[in-house]
């Protein structure tokens, strides 16, 4: 028989049966889903607190290495990445540590710290920012097969021109010059005419096609 079907009486025995033989269920529900809830809620705070921590280290960080106060700057990066190492922040100060590094004319350290922020980036255009970087270095370096390598391991359609541009240069050092002209090409594309970049470019696709000439 549908409940529906009972009169209000027996409607009513049946309703203080069920919450007889289910209340304490019923209970526990309840009580979990505060607990859930709750703790929801205090995690989401714990999380607001920590990049809010995190944010300030950064800026004092940073009011420090333009202060000169080298010293204080490394040691608010060093707790960043310790502490920190879950938020953008301390993607950033590794960041920054790798150009102090690069000032101080330390180029193996700057990829000690640079390999750090890209393992630790989580956006793909931050990983891809922070790899540019790292070829950068390599290619300074003269690393050129290691910095290609680096930007093949960038996500796609980020800094396509830059990272074109780079690839060119370091494809000319390892005497590829058909496939440095084509990254050129590509970055000229990616850019656009109007881009500053452009007039550069194009002066090392002519250098390109004078070595070409002289070379045949």
Same mark, same amino acid.
Request: proline share 2%; glycine share 8%; net charge negative.
């Given at each position: 028989?549908?409940?529906? =079907?009972?009169? &209000?009486?027996? #409607?009513?025995? *049946?309703?203080?049966?069920? *919450?007889?033989?289910? @209340?304490?269920?019923?209970?526990? @529900? ?17 999380? +607001? ?12 960080? #940073?009011? =420090? +290495? ?19 190492? $879950?938020?953008?922040? %301390?993607?950033?100060? +590794? ?12 180029? &193996? ?7 750090? !922020?890209?393992?630790? %980036?989580?956006? $793909?255009?931050?990983? !891809? ?10 290619? !300074? ?7 290609? !390598? ?11 021109? *830059?990272? #074109? ?14 496939? =440095?002209?084509? %990254? ?10 109007? %881009? ?5 470019? #194009?002066?090392?696709? $002519?250098? *390109? ?6 070379? =045949?």
């Amino acid at each position: 028989m549908a409940f529906e =079907a009972y009169d &209000d009486y027996e #409607q009513g025995e *049946l309703v203080q049966k069920w *919450l007889r033989q289910n @209340g304490l269920s019923i209970v526990v @529900g309840i009580a979990i889903g505060l607990v859930g809830i709750f703790g929801w809620q205090q995690w989401n705070h714990h999380k +607001a607190n920590h990049q809010s921590d995190a944010s300030q280290l950064y800026l004092q960080a #940073q009011n =420090a +290495a333009a202060s000169g106060k080298t010293d204080t700057a490394e040691a608010l990066t060093e707790t960043l990445l310790k502490d920190y190492a $879950d938020t953008t922040y %301390a993607v950033f100060a +590794a960041s920054d540590r790798a150009v102090r590094e690069i000032a101080a004319k330390q180029p &193996d350290k700057a990829l000690v710290a640079l390999n750090w !922020a890209e393992s630790h %980036a989580t956006n $793909d255009g931050l990983k !891809a920012l922070t790899q540019l970087r790292v070829a950068q270095v390599q290619l !300074a370096q003269d690393k050129a097969a290691d910095a290609v !390598a680096t930007l093949d391991r960038m996500p796609p359609k980020n800094y396509v021109g *830059l990272s #074109q541009e780079l690839r060119g240069d370091a494809l000319v050092k390892l005497g590829r010059p058909d496939d =440095a002209r084509k %990254a050129y090409e590509a970055a000229k594309a990616a850019l656009g005419e109007g %881009a500053p970049q452009s007039g550069a470019l #194009q002066l090392k696709l $002519d250098n *390109l096609a004078v070595a070409g000439k002289q070379g =045949a």
